[in-house]
């Protein structure tokens, strides 16, 4: 073996918990140097572009929130699950259904409701991802169907669900027969920071959606702390024996794992086509439900975590767009960038838990196997 | 003044004269493009760059174009479109139709920036469309396809059923039907614009039923590449992609987008922007039938050669009357052709086209 | 009908050999108990690896060298954060999938746009390959005869081998599995390993003999359907060609009812495929035992040597 030997700590590092991703940005920096190095690029100019020019305005800083945000929010449902060992990984299809939800009733509704529409949208969003997850819960706890399963294959389906509805019966007519719905009026979007007053937000996309998340946080904590619901789920997902010993339905468990990871989903739907969309078309989520999976992973499904992990993918995202327009560093690279510095990430997070040290030892006499 | 000092302010103020003049003339002019693939897709985006690089080229040094790949459609466009806008950008090119509303919000907090938007229909006064005529090199593929084809039957695969497609479709059939009145066209939707795989299935569903000469709008050379392994013909699109198949090839449907772009920075640097919504084909130079295979009938490629002759003189219109739907209804009547804004709008399948538009 | 059995059951035959390498692959690192989730980097960077090599004349033995490295490089990065250093399988996969997308895409810039230097030829058995309908099974390329070796390989191997059992017990559970004697950690890696080249040839598979081209995402998510593939297959190599089958036949299905004319909604027709394995999953799971499902207790649950 390597002559490394790992040894469990009693406790988890404290020290370590904050080392750790600092570590592991600087061991990305070492090899994103031999990188850029190598592209003929200058490595601190690169990290520069991909670390603080996103962020380096006010500008920069909405769109980071407004970036994270969906991410947040959908990861926190999914972490509730995921605790629970219930698998959605159907989190996508679900956004789609929350935001056709809302949107439906945005463009059947929006010249006749007034201000009211918006919270009646949310609602509608949040029904909606639930009664796509709940198709999940259904074949999982009733018919003992592998949620990983279906939830994937429901996400494929929920994208052509929208194509159909955008392509069809909801198509603007002025539209020229692209696939777009009308735009939405003021009463169905969330009105922006800026214009309610928040000068500093003055130009920026930022809205009044980012509250739901901001609530969303402390509410997941308060359900997986505090809540017996909350106590039950995490019982069924470490120790499943224990909780059906304890009378804890299985079947429940699912539904409700499932139904709060949709209606996290659905209302990440609703910030995204009534805030910076403004309308359904057929092609509006660069894949955050699958984005959130990490979030939730790279957050050790820890509500607190969570929020840190979403800033951080989405300014993974921005600065590798902002690496491409000022230094034509091409996509495919920030994406290797991405994937180097989650990895390291996830590799150094080895040093909370357990202690490395070098040891010389033989090989360890096999038994036979 | 003493001597030395007059020496000194006249040495700054030449310095300072030439410092002035040397930014102005020698700052090239800040231009960026989104787009909605990667460079390296060789279909539509591979298109939009080559035509960026043929900008660079003509005017060397007083450009400096750049790009940004892979955007996504969604919330993520606006954000890249007002980056490029802050940075600099004097005009900015975005790509692809869902950029369209993202470019009219983002052209209003930049008032003195140029945007030109491809293939959209929403234009304001710093905003202008520009897009290509691909109907009518498809309508020439169809030429071609009528005269090659043994079966009679024609494959088309097809993205998604909006205008630009429909209209492929038409002039495709409308092209074969012009040498071969029996010919149909079957089409299959696959519903993305790139998906290899899907491609290649809907290619061989075409082939089973019968097709044998292929087109598509779609973003890979799928299709080129099954039609060869099963030993019928097939087109390129966007690009050239002669190389792919060279044995199913016979001709690429291309858009040729580096002449606009020059004009468009040219006239942007002669302080004239364009401001004219463009809709160009084979007649403005923006299309092009290439890669003609040199193994079809001298006769063929001769008359192949003479349509897109009488399309570049204006000689004739693709869409001109007589066009019957295959409803049975007529759509065109002789002596007409359809406006710019019916072909943008069209919904129609020709006669020839099989089974009806899906809605 | 007959007449159009022939070419649908090519076309799914052709859409599932890569689905079903790769699935078989991740079916046995699985079954030791470890979730990669970086199957579709992995198919990438053997793709272009293969395209690669080829294209600088090593032929199609360098080129299917070079996807199946590819592929179990990727495999080793893997296996040394999660079974080293305990990392969460499910993030590392994912990590993998974005690293190896964007690296593949990188390399394989210069390589857009020729034809593959060599490619695999379709392989008839003569007589065999005529008869209607099953026709096309006789008649694929040498990957595609290795997959259904494989398949038949690999369902020995597990039921059939010491080490076989070896690899179930770790992924049933590592602690039983160490107290006899097994070695997890070199199981397991020897499983994601495997799971990497075989991910790797199919990769190889798209580049040289599928599509003959290497394009940025060429396997457009294929890989995620091979992971669906191994959880609706209850991880039974057999019923992982079923599903394959099922998947690229409801595909090629539903394209042929366009070519003939019927007037159902394509994005309907589309889902078709997905719905399908969904159903046929509820049927074969109706008649399981109450087990949760069969996958392997320990799945994506790290093991450390030393607790």
């Known amino acids: 073996m390597i002559g490394f030997q790992l040894t469990r700590r009693a406790r988890p590092s404290r020290a370590m918990q904050w080392l750790s991703p600092i570590l592991a940005v600087a061991l990305t920096l070492v090899v994103g140097l031999a990188v850029f190095a190598a592209l003929g690029q200058a490595p601190a100019r690169a990290f520069h572009a991909f670390f603080i020019e996103p962020v380096s305005d006010a500008n920069g800083i909405a769109e980071l929130l407004l970036k994270a945000s969906p991410l947040c929010l959908i990861a926190l449902g999914l972490a509730i699950g995921y605790r629970a060992n219930v698998w959605n990984i159907g989190a996508e299809g679900q956004m789609y259904i929350g935001g056709a939800f809302a949107t439906g009733l945005a463009i059947t509704f929006q010249h006749d409701i007034g201000m009211a529409l918006l919270p009646l949208m949310i609602i509608a969003g949040a029904i909606g991802g639930m009664a796509w997850a709940a198709l999940t819960a259904f074949c999982r706890a009733q018919l003992k169907a592998d949620e990983i399963l279906v939830s994937l294959m429901l996400t494929y389906v929920a994208n052509l669900v929208v194509k159909y509805l955008v392509y069809g019966p909801w198509q603007d007519p002025q539209a020229n027969n692209f696939p777009l719905t009308v735009s939405f009026e003021d009463n169905a979007l969330f009105p922006l920071l800026a214009s309610l007053g928040w000068s500093w937000f003055d130009g920026t996309r930022l809205n009044l959606s980012i509250f739901l998340t901001l609530a969303a946080i402390p509410l997941a904590w308060f359900f997986v702390q505090r809540t017996f619901m909350g106590f039950k789920l995490e019982v069924g997902g470490l120790a499943p024996g224990a909780a059906r010993y304890a009378g804890f339905s299985a079947r429940g468990t699912v539904w409700v794992a499932m139904l709060i990871g949709g209606a996290a989903a659905g209302l990440a739907g609703v910030t995204e086509v009534a805030g910076p969309l403004g309308q359904l078309n057929d092609r509006w989520t660069p894949g955050y439900g699958f984005t959130a999976i990490i979030v939730a992973a790279l957050g050790r499904l820890n509500p607190l975590g969570i929020p840190l992990a979403a800033l951080l993918m989405a300014l993974l995202y921005l600065g590798g767009e902002a690496a491409q327009i000022t230094l034509q560093l091409p996509k495919a690279i920030s994406l290797v960038f991405q994937g180097l510095l989650l990895m390291f990430l996830l590799g150094c997070e080895v040093l909370i838990n357990f202690r490395v040290k070098r040891v010389a030892r033989p090989a360890p006499a096999a038994a036979k196997t | ?359 | ?307």
Do not use: C
């Not at chain 2, 993520?76 to 490029?84: C, F, G, N, S, T």
């Open chain 2, 1 to 359: 003044m003493k001597r030395w000092k007059a020496g000194l302010a006249g040495a700054i103020f030449a310095a300072g004269a030439a410092a002035v003049t040397a930014v102005g003339a020698a700052d090239p002019l800040k231009v960026a493009f989104v787009y909605v693939g990667p460079v390296g897709d060789g279909g539509w985006t591979f298109a939009h760059d080559l035509g960026r690089k043929a900008l660079e080229k003509n005017l060397d040094g007083k450009v400096k174009a750049t790009f940004v790949e892979n955007v996504p459609e969604g919330a993520d466009a606006e954000r890249v479109i007002r980056d490029l806008a802050t940075k600099g950008n004097q005009l900015i090119f975005t790509t692809s139709f869902g950029y369209m509303d993202a470019t009219l919000k983002v052209a209003k907090s930049f008032p003195k920036t140029e945007f030109y938007h491809a293939t959209g229909f929403k234009s304001a006064s710093n905003v202008t469309i520009y897009n290509s005529r691909m109907y009518e090199p498809a309508y020439l593929s169809g030429i071609i396809a009528g005269n090659v084809s043994k079966s009679g039957v024609l494959g088309f695969v097809a993205s998604f059923p909006i205008p630009e497609v429909v209209r492929n479709i038409d002039a495709f059939t409308m092209g074969a039907r012009s040498v071969n009145p029996k010919i149909t066209t079957k089409v299959v939707w696959v519903n993305t614009w790139y998906d290899p795989s899907k491609e290649r299935q809907a290619a061989e569903a075409l082939i089973g039923q019968g097709a044998d000469v292929l087109l598509q709008n779609t973003d890979s050379s799928a299709v080129l590449q099954t039609a060869q392994d099963k030993g019928v013909h097939a087109f390129g699109w966007d690009s050239d992609m002669s190389a792919y198949a060279p044995k199913a090839h016979l001709a690429s449907n291309v858009e040729v987008w580096g002449g606009y772009y020059t004009r468009a920075v040219q006239a942007a640097l002669d302080g004239k922007p364009l401001h004219d919504n463009v809709w160009g084909g084979i007649k403005e130079g923006m299309n092009d039938l290439v890669a003609v295979s040199p193994e079809l009938p001298e006769a063929v490629r001769k008359a192949v050669a003479a349509k897109k002759a009488e399309i570049a003189a204006g000689k004739f219109a693709v869409f001109s009357g007589p066009i019957k739907g295959n409803d049975g209804t007529v759509k065109v009547a002789a002596g007409k052709a359809l406006t710019d804004k019916e072909i943008d709008s069209i919904n129609w399948y020709a006669e020839g086209v099989e089974g009806q538009l899906p809605k």
């Open chain 3, 1 to 307: 009908m007959s007449g159009s059995l022939t070419p649908l059951v090519a076309s799914a035959l052709a859409a599932a050999v890569p689905l079903v390498l790769a699935a078989l692959g991740e079916l046995v690192t699985e079954r030791a108990g470890v979730l990669n989730l970086g199957l579709e980097g992995m198919m990438l960077m053997g793709a272009v690896a293969s395209f690669m090599a080829a294209a600088h004349g090593g032929g199609l033995g360098a080129g299917v060298l070079a996807g199946i490295g590819a592929g179990a490089a990727g495999a080793l990065v893997f296996a040394v954060l999660t079974l080293s250093l305990q990392a969460s399988q499910v993030a590392t996969g994912l990590s993998l999938t974005i690293f190896g997308t964007g690296l593949s895409a990188f390399l394989g810039r210069d390589y857009v746009g020729s034809r593959a230097r060599a490619t695999f030829d379709d392989l008839p058995v003569p007589g065999l390959s005529d008869i209607p309908g099953i026709g096309p099974l006789f008649s694929l390329n040498a990957v595609g005869y290795f997959a259904l070796v494989a398949i038949v390989a690999i369902a020995w191997f597990l039921y059939r081998t010491r080490l076989g059992l070896v690899v179930r017990t770790v992924g049933e559970s590592p602690t039983v599995a160490r107290s006899l004697g097994m070695r997890v950690a070199r199981v397991r890696y020897g499983a994601t390993l495997f799971g990497g080249a075989m991910a790797g040839l199919a990769g190889s598979y798209y580049a040289l003999a599928q599509f003959k081209m290497w394009q940025e995402g060429l396997t457009s998510g294929n890989g995620w359907i091979a992971l669906a593939l191994v959880v609706f297959s209850t991880w039974r190599p057999v019923r992982v060609a079923v599903g394959a089958l099922l998947f690229g036949g409801v595909t090629a299905m539903g394209l042929y009812l366009q070519t003939i004319g019927i007037q159902v909604s394509t994005f309907l027709l589309a889902s078709l495929p997905y719905l399908a394995t969904i159903v046929v999953l509820i049927a074969t799971s109706a008649n399981e035992q109450a087990r949760r499902r069969n996958a392997p207790a320990a799945l994506g649950k790290p093991f450390f040597d030393g607790d």
